[in-house]
């Protein structure tokens, strides 16, 4: 009988990060299927009915062939439970992307071949730093034209300050490919570009020969020296601190070193790993059962405007039925239903593991960071929060819809991507986002989950900030004297919506009893 300890050394939870139009989701794609998730992989640049991504779910995803939403699958590869989170790249969505990461304990990296290490790679790669999550190198797309595999290792290197060891090398890149070379195991998988994507079959090295001419074959072994010679070697203890990462090269849409990056990822990446909170360090060997909601997604299945909250689970064995108490509210919940992910398919879990990533169907009693346990007081740290950049008023086409509105726009905002916001002068709601496409992604889910249309209009505010204070009758007098600047959040809570920031530091000045904060944490309620 397997302990708590067994099943946590079978566990990996691995992200996949990268700029937009990198390859992430074709190589998640291929990840399933190679993992036997799916038996067909679709490509995003497919067109009709096969332009669908399976971890894209959403309608708008399987339109514009783009991530806009953390999607979680799991599967089973060669006797270990993979939890892979295919993440959004779109900067607008960072938000998402910063959440999700806060859940996995390692990160394969995309890269372009023909760009390079693009601004939204950099970024995430800081946030992975941040928090020490060792990183796989993958180096994509090596079938078409691109930088040479060199100034790509030494751009990693300078860029992002990371020891690089690559552990495949390609014979070739662009129309000259050939394949892709593993030193270690002196193994050569050949690239055919007639093959439809089919996977190639792995040969012992020195059939190289036989795929390129005798030119050919001297510079790439000179290359495959002068690689080994100009890296360190693979450290596994270097990797795992977080200080090198080993780079694959390869073509996901042809399937082309993907087995050799996913067998990377159950041999190299770690275990789950101890999970920061407020009290101390929890170990995931520890019996209690406790973990974070790092995601909520609304309309998962749209016949029952269910809303599903994505925990981590940080520690112990957990048991379908058992109660967990909900730091955000102080209530004690019963989960009667967890689920396991593969994209919008899912299905009951009887038990899980730290590592493991469960579904728990609610009604907005769950929100994003709320920590449950089994037992203890105490609360994960290090869930991000952001401040709204942009501030618009929703525009409703047909007003005998406003009630339906006011259950979309909070149904939506309890995903943690969107506040809204309702002044209190005046009729219309207010939306809060990060980046512009969010408004885009809203209506158009708005309209498709809800049958309701809206539009976003200008409105006068550029910045929200929550107020507090400890006299509640100095908060009150702050309320009343700024009606006109006053909105309530969707708890009722209050927010000072201010038309610049020069406004709002000039009212901070004025009122220095009161707190100006650009998020809002939930206090805890006593159960």
Same mark, same amino acid.
């Given at each position: 009988?397997?302990?708590?300890?067994?099943?946590?050394?079978?566990?990996?939870?691995?992200?996949?990060?990268?700029?937009?139009?990198?390859?992430?989701?074709?190589?998640?794609?291929?990840?399933?299927?190679?993992?036997?998730?799916?038996?067909?992989?679709?490509?995003?640049?497919?067109?009709?009915?096969?332009?669908?991504?399976?971890?894209?779910?959403?309608?708008?995803?399987?339109?514009?062939?783009?991530?806009?939403?953390?999607?979680?699958?799991?599967?089973? /590869?060669?006797?270990?439970?993979?939890?892979?989170?295919?993440?959004?790249?779109?900067?607008?969505?960072?938000?998402?992307?910063?959440?999700?990461?806060?859940?996995?304990?390692?990160?394969?990296? *995309?890269?372009?071949?023909?760009?390079?290490?693009?601004?939204?790679?950099?970024?995430?790669?800081?946030?992975?730093?941040?928090?020490?999550?060792?990183?796989? !190198?993958?180096?994509?797309?090596?079938?078409?034209?691109?930088?040479?595999?060199?100034?790509?290792?030494?751009?990693?290197?300078?860029?992002?300050?990371?020891?690089?060891?690559?552990?495949?090398?390609?014979?070739?890149?662009?129309?000259?490919?050939?394949?892709?070379?593993?030193?270690?195991?002196?193994?050569?998988?050949?690239?055919?570009?007639?093959?439809?994507?089919?996977?190639?079959?792995?040969?012992?090295?020195?059939?190289?020969?036989? /795929?390129?001419?005798?030119?050919?074959?001297? %510079?790439?072994?000179?290359?495959?020296?002068?690689?080994?010679?100009?890296?360190?070697?693979?450290?596994?203890?270097?990797?795992?601190?977080?200080?090198?990462?080993?780079?694959?090269?390869?073509?996901?849409?042809?399937?082309?070193?993907?087995?050799?990056?996913?067998?990377? *990822?159950?041999?190299?990446?770690?275990?789950?790993?101890?999970?920061?909170?407020?009290?101390?360090?929890?170990?995931?060997?520890?019996?209690?059962? %406790?973990?974070?909601?790092?995601?909520?997604?609304?309309?998962?299945?749209?016949?029952?405007?269910?809303?599903?909250?994505?925990?981590?689970?940080?520690?112990?064995?957990?048991?379908?039925?058992?109660?967990?108490?909900?730091?955000?509210?102080?209530? !004690?919940?019963?989960?009667?239903?967890?689920?396991?992910?593969? %994209?919008?398919?899912?299905?009951?879990?009887?038990?899980?593991?730290?590592?493991?990533?469960?579904?728990?169907?609610?009604?907005?009693?769950?929100?994003?960071?709320?920590?449950?346990?089994?037992?203890?007081?105490? !609360?994960?740290?290090?869930?991000?929060?952001?401040?709204?950049?942009?501030?618009?008023?929703?525009?409703?086409?047909?007003?005998?819809?406003?009630?339906?509105?006011?259950?979309?726009?909070?149904?939506?905002?309890?995903?943690?991507?969107?506040?809204?916001?309702?002044?209190?002068?005046?009729?219309?709601?207010?939306?809060?986002?990060?980046?512009?496409?969010?408004?885009?992604?809203? %209506?158009?889910?708005?309209?498709?989950? /809800?049958?309701?249309?809206?539009?976003?209009?200008?409105?006068?505010?550029?910045?929200?900030r929550w107020v507090t204070a400890e006299d509640p009758a100095e908060l009150k007098r702050f309320v009343d004297a700024h009606r006109g600047n006053m909105a309530d959040d969707r708890d009722g809570a209050p927010v000072f919506l201010a038309k610049s920031n020069w406004e709002l530091g000039y009212t901070a000045e004025k009122w220095p009893h009161v707190r100006f904060s650009a998020t809002r944490e939930r206090a805890p309620v006593a159960a």
């Amino acid at each position: 009988m397997s302990t708590i300890a067994d099943e946590v050394q079978k566990r990996r939870t691995f992200a996949i990060i990268s700029h937009p139009d990198a390859g992430k989701t074709t190589l998640t794609e291929n990840l399933l299927l190679m993992g036997g998730a799916i038996h067909l992989a679709g490509q995003v640049k497919a067109r009709g009915d096969s332009r669908r991504a399976r971890s894209d779910w959403m309608k708008i995803e399987q339109e514009r062939g783009i991530s806009v939403s953390s999607a979680v699958m799991t599967f089973a /590869y060669e006797g270990i439970t993979c939890n892979l989170l295919d993440t959004p790249g779109h900067e607008d969505f960072s938000e998402d992307t910063y959440r999700t990461l806060t859940a996995a304990d390692s990160a394969i990296m *995309v890269i372009d071949a023909a760009k390079g290490i693009e601004a939204q790679t950099l970024k995430l790669f800081e946030v992975c730093r941040l928090r020490d999550v060792p990183i796989i !190198t993958f180096i994509n797309k090596i079938d078409r034209e691109g930088v040479s595999p060199f100034e790509l290792m030494d751009e990693i290197a300078t860029k992002l300050a990371l020891d690089t060891a690559p552990m495949m090398w390609p014979a070739g890149m662009g129309g000259l490919l050939r394949g892709v070379f593993d030193p270690e195991r002196d193994r050569f998988i050949p690239y055919d570009r007639m093959s439809e994507g089919k996977e190639a079959t792995s040969l012992s090295g020195n059939e190289i020969a036989n /795929y390129m001419s005798a030119d050919e074959l001297a %510079a790439f072994r000179e290359e495959m020296e002068l690689a080994r010679e100009g890296s360190p070697a693979f450290d596994l203890e270097a990797y795992r601190a977080g200080h090198l990462t080993p780079v694959y090269f390869g073509s996901a849409l042809r399937k082309l070193g993907v087995r050799e990056l996913l067998n990377a *990822v159950v041999q190299f990446a770690p275990t789950p790993r101890p999970q920061p909170s407020s009290a101390r360090l929890v170990q995931p060997t520890e019996p209690k059962v %406790a973990g974070f909601v790092f995601k909520v997604q609304a309309n998962m299945d749209a016949n029952h405007r269910d809303r599903i909250a994505f925990m981590r689970l940080c520690s112990g064995k957990f048991k379908r039925g058992m109660r967990l108490k909900v730091s955000g509210s102080g209530k !004690t919940i019963g989960i009667h239903n967890p689920t396991l992910f593969f %994209a919008q398919d899912r299905e009951l879990v009887d038990e899980a593991y730290a590592g493991d990533i469960i579904g728990i169907p609610n009604h907005g009693t769950i929100r994003v960071g709320d920590t449950l346990t089994e037992a203890e007081d105490l !609360t994960f740290t290090g869930i991000p929060n952001f401040a709204p950049e942009i501030l618009q008023r929703v525009r409703l086409d047909d007003p005998m819809k406003a009630k339906h509105m006011r259950r979309a726009l909070e149904s939506l905002a309890e995903e943690g991507v969107t506040q809204v916001f309702k002044p209190q002068l005046g009729a219309n709601w207010i939306v809060g986002v990060v980046g512009r496409l969010q408004l885009e992604v809203l %209506a158009a889910r708005i309209e498709t989950e /809800y049958e309701i249309k809206v539009s976003f209009e200008a409105s006068p505010f550029e910045t929200a900030r929550w107020v507090t204070a400890e006299d509640p009758a100095e908060l009150k007098r702050f309320v009343d004297a700024h009606r006109g600047n006053m909105a309530d959040d969707r708890d009722g809570a209050p927010v000072f919506l201010a038309k610049s920031n020069w406004e709002l530091g000039y009212t901070a000045e004025k009122w220095p009893h009161v707190r100006f904060s650009a998020t809002r944490e939930r206090a805890p309620v006593a159960a």
